[in-house]
């Protein structure tokens, strides 16, 4: 469907400059998202997995749409082909049973430590705040914050400051919930567990989203 997919470049920032330099205005929207779409089927390549059927015969259909209605469906595809893709990398993220007897659930407060823990060793954001949260005290945390970031990130790394700036506030919400032992909304945990892997304009949104829950679920707890 494209001839240039983020694959071919060294970064999406690279991408990015190659669809506002080479395509056409009023298809620049189609091309970045089919782009997303692209990185999406190389996680199927990479692990060996078939590229479901039904995904690839909506991409055919979607193809033959006119502008507006074809970025919107294909925006749409995106979103259920990543909930797809976090529920897969969440089965294989869970420890596999040797017996065929029913797992209790895990209690809230230790399933989120078991999500901190991850963030803290394999989201490289998450894993910066702590570092800083941990080597300073309280009340230099949020003066200091922004010049930390500048000076590790650098003044041109924009999404990435603000994707750092998303992971202190989510590590304040998971803080809430695992105070009051709240359990997490449906699939929070593995849109979690696996946000950062995520790159581009992509990233960013589904870290506001993901916030939005959070404070969405527990906007009743705190006016009850």
Request: aromatic share 10%; proline share 5%.
């Amino acid at each position: 469907m494209i001839t240039m997919t983020p694959a071919n470049f060294s970064s999406y920032d690279e991408w990015l400059t190659y669809v506002h330099r080479e395509i056409p205005g009023a298809e620049q929207p189609y091309e970045l998202a089919m782009g997303r779409t692209e990185l999406f089927r190389s996680f199927y390549r990479i692990r060996r997995l078939e590229f479901p059927r039904q995904f690839a015969v909506e991409l055919e259909r979607i193809h033959k749409l006119h502008e507006p209605e074809r970025t919107a469906a294909l925006e749409a595809l995106n979103d259920t082909i990543f909930r797809r893709l976090n529920k897969h990398l969440f089965e294989c993220a869970r420890p596999t049973n040797a017996g065929n007897e029913a797992q209790a659930p895990v209690p809230a407060q230790a399933q989120i430590d078991q999500l901190l823990s991850h963030l803290a060793q394999r989201n490289p954001y998450f894993a910066r705040w702590i570092e800083y949260k941990n080597g300073v005290a309280d009340h230099e945390i949020v003066e200091k914050w922004d010049e930390y970031l500048l000076q590790t990130l650098g003044a041109e790394s924009a999404d990435e400051v603000a994707f750092a700036h998303a992971m202190v506030e989510l590590d304040r919400l998971l803080g809430i919930f695992r105070d009051r032992n709240l359990a997490l909304p449906s699939l929070g945990f593995e849109r979690i567990w696996f946000l950062h892997y995520l790159r581009g304009p992509e990233r960013m949104a589904q870290a506001r989203a993901v916030l939005g829950m959070l404070a969405a679920e527990l906007a009743p707890c705190t006016s009850a």
